[in-house]
């Protein structure tokens, strides 16, 4: 349980992490609560990690421009706890403290977690459905993204070799809007075996959901369904449609789809109980 | 001058706070991984990752070249050690070689091939990858029905129906007892295979300095293991001292001897350097000894009015690779309390010991007890919905009357105390059972689904009768009044989380007449301590009390004679920490006696020097501790999720030393007994790869996953021992998971569900509600 040896920097700015990242042979370290793991595991063995921990900037939320500005270095329990999240976008705050535990709440980074792409981590459900964008620096740029872009497969993202994220951007919601989190929790891991985020906003649907297949996903045929029929359990019950499920020692694929089916109505009846 | 003497209040019987726990919460304690020694190295070990494969060849001159390593052993190079222990006999039981380093076969994923020596922790886990072996990868079977079906895969090729032994035992008339039942109900019931978890994994550290040879491990049993290991290496016993510095956690899984502790002191010897060997999680959870792991036939006679009239079993234990000390023994305990708190007359029982691709079974928290109360509370159960009668009340009729004690089992124990009824009762009482009734049948009528589940368990501990156990069953103490009037207590019992230093510093307080605070309590140290056997079986103060009960019963002889001639008197008695003379009214305080017998100006006719006294105890019978508990359930229709609602344990362990500790006992026990029933188990897949190899994927209870336990007891003394006591460390596991079960299983049964095996997953229920009851 002893990781191969590797170089360890901190770099100051984020200019000098770019530059330690060009170098090659190197992953970011933002939080370690997935990657260290893995390397004790000898599953990853990087030659560098550049921790984020001492950027400047990259922690802390700020409201600008009817958006969030979410640092990527910003925890777990710092978005859980968030009094702006908690009133301009609760779906994160919620779904942030569905995660692990207290301890992994205290080290794990909302950008750790985006960039690694668990296919049962529960962020990316609520990213989803609240349609956030993260930003990636690379020298000398910046781009920005839908999180629906970037996430591309199981631990696969849209991360260029040399680009870091910097950032997650979720819209303020709406007076009005009703979400939810819900989630069945592996019992030993406490990730999800199925999560479910919903926000609802004028009749119409966003839901996101985590664990059942390869990638979190928008469960775009259901979020019809209940535009057009207003009914919760009909809506639910298509978000496992078509999709290629999960199955391991926790749960079969049938029991997955069937609880997605479940949490997805725990979901959306939540969040219209919480809407007006 | 007279003194007015007042008995002070005991000691035994009140909750206090445990004396051992400061050092413990306030990270002062030393575990092994805290030594650290002048020019200490550190050994990693390369393990099989295949379950069954020859060994073609192994190539270590990499790893030997490597920068920093000083050392690599393989299985050729200890040939000349012992092989690892099995202390367990049965009539024709095959016994494999255990080499502590694989030889030219791995027969189990984890089987330790390997070890490399370095001078740090890190350079020896980069040098095993350095190693090459060259596997020629068999077959394997995982599954002890699968390894006794014709053709199986032979895990140790000269046995191929890999059948380690078989073991039958019965009592009364069982067949003519079933020929004559108007009822027959048979269950297939499983006990999971677990995987012990100690928060501390095992680890060792040897030093060999001066000829002498000096093995620091987290274990439950010092001087057996030194006994054992000083036979494996060829070293005079009396030149290895073997030290258990603080153990965080066993539940059995130190109750052993493991290659890796010869092994170490085979390294030591060779470098001459002390070395040390950290267990991994990984480590611990693929070669620590797993337990359970039943597959149990059970069939019940009994009258229609409920009468019980005999039980059959066909065990099926899966054994793994090779038998660690206990291994094979471990389920004829099952047998052996097959009968329950029943009046059972007629029992048979036929074991089959199976061979696995596995790590080996051995005693885990309840060894053998909680398969067998699962059993039979799964069974009192299946004949209540059977005779269409209440699980409580089918309990009662059957029991061991109270007034039947000693009470001869038909599997030939004795019985020491017992008033069943009365655990059971109060339980019934504190859930409100009649109105639990009702609630449940109004729950049931709005479409939910809830459960009460009963267990009155019975179990066997204070191991035991030296008869009766492998390596003898007594236990041993010394108590010392120092020159200062302080009381030193040494016990042979190796406590290691249980809290001993506290209970047995009341009893000696008590008995002694000074504080809590004068004692200090000493164990795990060979050097130190007098030869004892251990802590295990629910034996630490159930045996090793009544050791120091008589020890200082003996001290006290002692004392009554030095005061006696202090005072002058030959009329002395010793209470409350004085010799008093009961003519005069004089005393003489404990300190100055004890100042006196060291000073030694004059001594008692016949009398040494000193004040000290060593008791070995031989325990004439083994106690059998009792209780009732009883689980409410509610479970999710669209999920399958189980929420226990109330969780009631009366538990009846004789008398009881300190409540505080007793409670922590059933809290935990019972945590673990959650944890088979909702949660735990060790899955291999067909290859004999263990899917469950990190705490990531095997699900240990968490404290937000358990519910409030309401705790209470019952109190009837044991006649086996002075001081009254059973024993509780296992109780609250034994008790637990049929209780659950049974639960669960009430709160189905109106969908046709009769029986369902541990772990209860919330898709194992699903599937069942989903079918109505016919998955």
Known sequence: MISQSFEYSAPRTLAEALALLAGGDAKVLAGGMSLIPMMKLRLAAPGRLVDLSRVPGLTGIREQGGALHIGAMTTHYEVESSAVLRAKCPLLAETASAIGDVQVRNMGTIGGSAAHADPAADYPAALLAVEAKVTLARKGGERTLAFSDFLIDTFTTALEPGEILTGVIVPVEPAGAGVSYQKMLQPASGFAIVGVAARVHNGSVRIGVTGLSGKAFRAAAAEKIFAETRDVQKAAAAVPLGVEANSDIHASADYRRHVAAVYAARALNAALSRAS | ?775
């Open chain 2, 1 to 775: 001058m007279a003194t007015t003497i007042t008995k002070p209040d005991t000691l035994v019987g009140k909750r206090i706070k445990r004396k051992e726990d400061p050092r413990l919460i306030t990270g002062t304690a030393t575990y092994v991984d805290d030594i650290q020694m002048p020019g200490m190295h550190h050994a990693c070990i390369l393990r099989s990752p295949h379950a069954a494969a020859r060994i073609r060849s192994i190539n270590t001159h990499a790893a030997a070249g490597h920068p920093g390593v000083v050392a690599v052993f393989t299985g050729a190079d200890v040939a000349g050690v012992g092989p690892v222990p099995c202390g367990a006999s049965l009539p024709g039981l095959r016994v494999p070689h255990h080499s502590i380093l694989a030889k030219d076969r791995v027969y189990f994923v984890g089987h330790p091939v390997a070890v490399v020596v370095a001078r740090d922790r890190y350079i020896a886990t980069d040098a095993l990858d350095l190693i090459e072996v060259d596997y020629d990868v068999l077959p394997a079977v995982a599954d002890p029905e699968k390894a006794l079906a014709p053709g199986a895969p032979a895990v140790h090729p000269e046995w191929p129906d890999n059948i380690a032994f078989t073991y039958h035992q019965e009592g009364g008339e069982p067949d003519k007892a079933f020929a004559e039942a108007e009822v027959v109900v048979k269950q297939r019931i499983t006990s999971q295979r677990l995987i012990p978890t100690a928060m501390e994994t095992r680890g060792v550290v040897a030093e060999h300095r001066a000829g002498q040879l000096t093995i620091w491990s987290s274990t439950q049993i010092p001087h057996l293991m030194r006994t054992l290991v000083a036979m494996m290496l060829g070293v005079p016993e009396n030149l290895l001292r073997v030290v258990t510095p603080e153990v965080g956690g066993g539940f059995g899984s130190k109750l052993n001897v493991y290659a890796e502790e010869a092994l170490m002191g085979f390294v030591a010897m060779k470098i001459g350097k002390p070395v040390k060997w950290i267990e991994s999680r990984r480590e611990n959870y693929l070669c620590t000894i797993h337990g359970r792991g039943h597959v149990d036939y059970y069939e019940i006679a009994a009258r229609k009015d409920g009468t019980v009239l005999g039980l059959k079993l066909k065990l099926i234990q899966d054994l793994g690779a090779y038998h660690q000390l206990l291994t094979p023994a471990i389920p004829t305990l099952s047998v052996l309390m097959m009968p329950g708190l029943y009046r059972f007359r007629n029992v048979s029982a036929d074991i089959i010991g199976a061979f696995t691709n596995c790590v080996p079974t051995d005693a885990y928290r309840g060894a053998g007890r909680p398969e067998a109360t699962h059993g039979v509370e799964r069974m009192m159960d299946l004949l209540a919905v059977e005779l269409k009668a209440d699980p409580a009340e089918i309990r009662l009729k059957n029991f061991i009357g109270a007034d039947e004690f000693p009470y001869a089992t038909a599997t030939g124990l004795s019985y020491d105390s017992g008033d069943y009824a009365k655990p059971l009762k109060k339980a019934l009482d504190i859930v409100d059972y009649h109105h639990l009734r009702q609630e449940q049948a109004r729950a049931k009528a709005a479409g939910r689904l809830m459960g009460v589940g009963l267990s009155t368990y019975g179990e066997i501990c204070a191991f035991g009768p030296s008869p009766a156990t492998p390596a003898g069953g007594w236990e041993s103490a010394t108590v010392k009044v120092e020159p200062t009037g302080k009381v030193t207590v040494m016990t042979g019992a190796s406590p290691h989380g249980q809290g001993e230093e506290t209970t047995f510093a009341q009893i000696a307080a008590d008995e002694l007449g000074v504080t809590m605070d004068d004692v200090t309590v000493i164990h795990g140290d060979t050097a130190v301590v007098q030869y004892g056997i251990g802590t295990f079986g629910s034996r630490g103060t159930a045996v090793g009390g009544p050791a120091l009960y008589f020890a200082i019963q003996e001290l006290k002889k002692k004392i009554v004679k030095f005061g006696a001639m202090l005072l002058d008197s030959d009329d002395v008695s010793f209470s409350g920490g004085l010799c008093v003379c009961n003519k005069s009214g004089k005393t003489v305080p404990l300190a100055a006696i004890a100042g006196a017998s060291y000073r030694a100006m004059k001594l008692p006719a016949g009398e040494q020097p000193g004040m000290m006294a060593t008791y070995f105890w031989e325990p004439p019978n083994f106690a059998f501790p009792f209780g009732a508990h009883i689980a409410v359930t509610e479970i999710d229709r669209d999920t399958g999720q189980v929420a226990i609602k109330r969780y009631v344990a009366v538990d009846d362990c004789g008398k009881i030393i300190n409540p505080l500790l007793v409670d922590g006992q059933v809290h935990g026990g019972v945590v673990q007994g959650i944890g088979q029933a909702l949660y735990e188990q060790a899955v291999y897949d067909d290859n004999g790869q263990l899917l469950t190899g990190e705490l990531t994927d095997y699900a240990i209870p968490k404290a937000s996953m358990v519910p409030w336990i309401e705790s209470s007891h019952t109190e009837t003394p044991s006649p086996v021992n002075p001081l009254g006591v059973k024993g509780v460390g296992e109780a609250g596991t034994i008790g637990c998971s049929p209780a659950v079960v049974n639960s669960v299983v009430d709160a189905l049964s109106h969908l046709g569900v009769r029986h369902i095996d541990m772990p209860l997953t919330p898709e194992r229920i699903w599937k069942l509600i989903s079918a109505g009851g016919r998955a």
